[in-house]
């Protein structure tokens, strides 16, 4: 059964960091692209970044570019998302997503998602 488990999220001030995780079991992540997306209350869900399968390229949000990395561990079958210099407007509930097609990731509309992990930036 093919399951992705978000976590490390949590609450930090304004300009700290956070390191997400999306570990994956019953696949093996890199096989497949993966994507981070957050929704924030009373917004749609938005795409953050992606990391294709075997290429490894990556690609971000405007939003985060500069700010957030994403990685992959496939010793580990892990995807991370690095998060630094958060602002008050990264506070969402971040999801992983994985599919066998990044073009799915990037329209996304990916075929696996994780449960999610509260992200909140707050003084």
């Known amino acids: 059964q093919l399951q992705l488990v978000e976590s490390g999220g949590g609450l930090v001030q304004p300009g700290g960091s956070l390191r997400l995780a999306c570990a994956a079991s019953?696949?093996?992540?890199?096989?497949?692209?993966i994507g981070w997306f957050r929704q924030a209350p009373g917004k749609h869900r938005e795409g953050v970044s992606c990391?294709?399968?075997?290429?490894?390229?990556?690609d971000y949000a405007d939003s985060v570019k500069g700010r957030f990395t994403i990685s992959r561990d496939n010793a580990k079958n892990t995807v991370y998302l690095q998060m630094n210099s958060l602002k008050p407007e990264d506070t969402a509930v971040y999801y992983c997503?994985?599919?066998?097609?990044?073009?799915?990731?990037?329209?996304?509309?990916?075929?696996?998602w994780g449960q999610g992990t509260q992200v909140t930036v707050s003084s």
């Open positions: 997503a994985a599919d066998e097609s990044a073009d799915r990731v990037r329209l996304e509309v990916p075929d696996y």
């Open positions: 019953g696949f093996t992540l890199e096989d497949y692209a």
């Open positions: 990391i294709d399968s075997r290429s490894g390229v990556t």
